[in-house]
């Protein structure tokens, strides 16, 4: 059974950095595209940062040049380094990864429980 565990979320005044963390574990052959969402109470699911296996990245325009999402394959963890956080900022953050768990199936996406960022005007 494959597992996502984040940590990092908490309270924060405007202008300040969080670093959210997400560890996998379970049984798995490799792990394809990490990354982020945020969904804000009442408002549609965000994506906010992708990083592929190769460690290439997208980021939303909303974060772009403030978040910078990384990764570590020898330790199946992601990370989101969020700085100049603002108000709107504020939500529910899930990471997500596609993993291979068996040649024989196609890749299947596993989520985190979220974590929660506030950032204090």
């Known amino acids: 059974q494959v597992q996502l565990v984040e940590s990092g979320g908490g309270l924060v005044q405007a202008g300040g950095s969080l670093r959210l963390s997400c560890a996998a574990s379970?049984?798995?052959?490799?792990?394809?595209?990490m990354g982020w969402y945020r969904q804000a109470p009442g408002e549609r699911r965000e994506l906010v940062a992708i990083i592929t296996t190769d460690k290439h990245t997208t980021l939303a325009d909303s974060v772009r040049g403030r978040f910078t999402i990384s990764r570590d394959n020898a330790k199946n963890t992601v990370s989101l380094q969020m700085s100049e956080l603002k108000p709107e900022d504020t939500s529910v953050y899930s990471c997500?990864?596609?993993?291979?768990?068996?040649?024989?199936?196609?890749?299947?996406?596993?989520w985190g429980q979220g974590t929660q960022v506030t950032v204090a005007s």
């Open positions: 997500y990864a596609d993993f291979v768990e068996s040649l024989l199936m196609p890749p299947r996406e596993y």
């Open positions: 379970g049984n798995f052959i490799r792990i394809n595209d």
